[in-house]
Nanobody
Framework: QVQLVESGGGSVQAGGSLRLSCVRSRYTYGNNYVGWFRQAPGKEREGVAAIYTGGGTTVYANSVKGRFAISQDNAKSTVYLQMDSLKPEDTAMYYC??????????????WGQGTQVTVSS
């Protein structure tokens, strides 16, 4: 069973930065992508960024391009989400997940518990 644990959330003012971390306990065949997703109250879960852990290929949602960066440290089994120029609309619970790739939540099979990000204006 793959386990993922997120950390790094918090409260910041607009324009600030946060770095989220996702530690992955083990790998299973086929679930070679790690994605970051977010869900705000009353809204559907949406994909933010994803990375192919085997080669580093990345994909981003248009809403975060140029502001967020996903990266990995395979030696630490950790995927990061660097979030800069944060906006109040980035406020959400952020989840990492392991799965088949892309930004659709239904493509991911294993999920962490989430970490809260709150951006004040």
């Amino acid at each position: 069973q793959v386990q993922l644990v997120e950390s790094g959330g918090g409260s910041v003012q607009a324009g600030g930065s946060l770095r989220l971390s996702c530690v992955r306990s083990r790998y299973t065949y086929g679930n070679n992508y790690v994605g970051w997703f977010r869900q705000a109250p009353g809204k559907e879960r949406e994909g933010v960024a994803a990375i192919y852990t085997g080669g580093g290929t990345t994909v981003y949602a248009n809403s975060v391009k140029g502001r967020f960066a996903i990266s990995q440290d395979n030696a630490k089994s950790t995927v990061y989400l660097q979030m800069d120029s944060l906006k109040p609309e980035d406020t959400a619970m952020y989840y990492c997940a392991a799965g088949l790739g892309g930004l659709r939540p239904e493509s991911y099979n294993y999920w962490g518990q989430g970490t809260q990000v709150t951006v004040s204006s």
